[in-house]
Nanobody, 127 residues
Framework: QVQLVESGGGLVQAGGSLRLSCAAS????????MGWFRQTPGKEREFVAA????????YYADSVKGRFTISRDNGKNTVYLQMNSLKPEDTAVYYC????????????????????WGQGTQVTVSS
């Protein structure tokens, strides 16, 4: 089992940058694929980015491609989301998630692939 704690959220102006971090407990972090999702009030949680166990494969939502970068440091049990050129529509609560599934396929772009979730961190982008 793994526990996930996000940090790095905050208020930023449009065009600015933030880096989110997600620290994982336990010694098996490298066994998990990791993802970032976001949610706004009244809407379903939506996929943002995912990275495979060994960082070989990454997936991105079309809305963030070229602006966001997911990465992980298995030695530090941490996954990151670097967010550049932020837009007001990026405003949301951002969640990191861990998946123990064997395959590192596009199923990682969907919430059912993930067993573990953090509590979320608020990102607000002002216009």
């Amino acid at each position: 089992q793994v526990q996930l704690v996000e940090s790095g959220g905050g208020l930023v102006q449009a065009g600015g940058s933030l880096r989110l971090s997600c620290a994982a407990s336990g010694r098996t972090f490298s066994s998990y694929h990791m993802g970032w999702f976001r949610q706004t009030p009244g809407k379903e949680r939506e996929f943002v980015a995912a990275v495979s166990r060994s960082s070989i494969i990454t997936y991105y939502a079309d809305s963030v491609k070229g602006r966001f970068t997911i990465s992980r440091d298995n030695g530090k049990n941490t996954v990151y989301l670097q967010m550049n050129s932020l837009k007001p529509e990026d405003t949301a609560v951002y969640y990191c998630a861990g998946s123990i599934r064997f395959a590192q396929d596009m199923a990682l772009m969907r919430t059912p692939a993930y067993e573990y979730w953090g509590q979320g961190t608020q990102v607000t982008v002002s216009s």
